[in-house]
């Protein structure tokens, strides 16, 4: 079988780790780069030994003869470019966070359904290696009942992402997004969530301080904690840190990929680290490698006629949850959540 062929939009920052992560996934190749900037597309064609380079995604749609794009620009972007994809009748994968708005999301769901491609978010902190591993030792321990997800750091992010600074929405929408989906990948889904934000840092825009509290369906609670304003002991950017709580025992993620698992046997300890390429760079190894491992699945799921884990029908789930932890706390009362609705009509309940 002949590699799927991919087109890249948007070649900054983290447009590296997609490239390094096609390199690695087999069954498909990048075969042109896209950039308002032509300068920055060549400056990866080089470096990746891609041949074709465009400024415009129309016309690289035109020209080129893709099964997919991999959109790697701002939120704002990301509904004229899926919809331009979908009017083209080719595969999408889209960058978190999904949209500026619910009725955008929605609507590029809509719009890739509409048009029969296959439509997946790059949410990709689900597909870490840790965070894999957590789930499946939680698989045994019988029903959860409460779990914690936390990034408490202190990690100057904005000398690589200047524009997180200027964003009057900060922290959730950027991770918090990450760790909301991580909260539905571990515990299902979430029926109400409250709400509390702080700025603490007075130079940024947006809120870098937020507790959210997940009340699941399944009866649950989940806390889930977002900071870049927490110096502490140890400065464990960009690691996420798990605890769940279930009938038969716990398991906890902890610093350094320290996975503690309580059972009624007793207690178990390992590492559950990722796999680093030569590639990656201290400390985003575990990033990177959710980056190849999600790729991969991609891969398979368009080979396979799969929906993909993390579809943007899912992610609907995931993104309802961003602007409900913004309303709770603008409103200072619980947010309902509404996304048990189907992603094309957000009308009818889903199946
Ligand atoms: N999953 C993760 O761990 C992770 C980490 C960092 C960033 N991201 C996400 O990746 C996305 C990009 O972030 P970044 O830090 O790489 O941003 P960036 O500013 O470094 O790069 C964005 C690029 O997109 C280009 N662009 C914008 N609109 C375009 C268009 N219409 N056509 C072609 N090119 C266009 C810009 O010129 C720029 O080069 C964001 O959605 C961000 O949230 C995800």
């Known amino acids: 079988m002949s590699n799927l062929r991919g087109g890249l939009i948007g070649c900054g920052y983290f447009a590296r ?25 060549q400056g990866y064609a080089e470096e990746f030994g891609i041949e074709a380079v465009y400024s415009d995604a129309d016309e690289m749609l035109r020209d080129e003869s893709l099964d997919f794009v991999d959109i790697i620009t701002h939120p704002d972007s990301h509904r004229p470019l899926v919809e331009l994809a979908a009017r083209h009748r080719v595969h999408v994968i889209c960058q978190k966070p999904l949209a500026p708005s619910l009725e955008d999301a929605r609507a590029m769901v809509a719009a890739c359904r509409a048009a029969g491609v296959t439509f997946m978010v790059h949410e990709n902190f689900r597909w870490r290696a840790p965070m894999r591993a957590a789930k499946e030792a939680a698989g045994g321990l019988g029903k959860l009942f409460f779990g914690r997800i936390y990034w408490r750091t202190a990690f100057e992010v904005y000398s690589r992402q200047p524009y997180l600074a200027e964003d009057p929405r900060f922290i959730i929408y950027d991770v918090g997004v990450h760790l909301l989906d991580l909260a539905r990948f571990f515990m ?86 990722p796999h680093i390429f030569p590639w990656a760079s201290a400390p985003n190894e575990a990033t990177q ?63």
């Open 17 to 41: 780790n997609h490239l390094h992560a096609w390199q690695e996934t087999s069954g498909a190749s990048i075969v042109a780069l896209c950039d308002l900037d032509a300068s920055r597309a």
């Open 188 to 273: 299902g889904e979430v029926e109400q969530l409250y709400c509390q934000i702080q700025r603490v840092n007075p130079k940024l825009k947006g809120e870098d301080v937020a507790t959210i509290v997940l009340k699941m369906a399944s009866g649950a609670t989940c806390l889930v904690e977002l900071s870049y304003a927490s110096k502490l002991e140890e400065e464990l950017f960009p690691q996420v840190l798990v605890e769940l709580e279930a009938a038969d025992g716990s398991v906890s993620l902890g610093p350094d990929f320290r996975l503690a698992v309580v059972t009624r046997d007793g207690v178990t300890c390992r590492t559950a680290g």
């Open 289 to 351: 490698e959710s980056v190849v491992r999600i790729q991969q699945h991609w891969v398979e799921c368009l080979r396979e006629g799969r929906e993909p884990e993390t579809s943007g029908d899912d992610n609907l789930r995931t993104i309802e949850l961003v602007f409900g932890a913004y309303e709770s706390a603008e409103t200072g009362v619980p947010y309902q959540v509404t996304a048990t609705r189907c992603g094309s009509c957000a009308k009818e309940p889903r199946p």
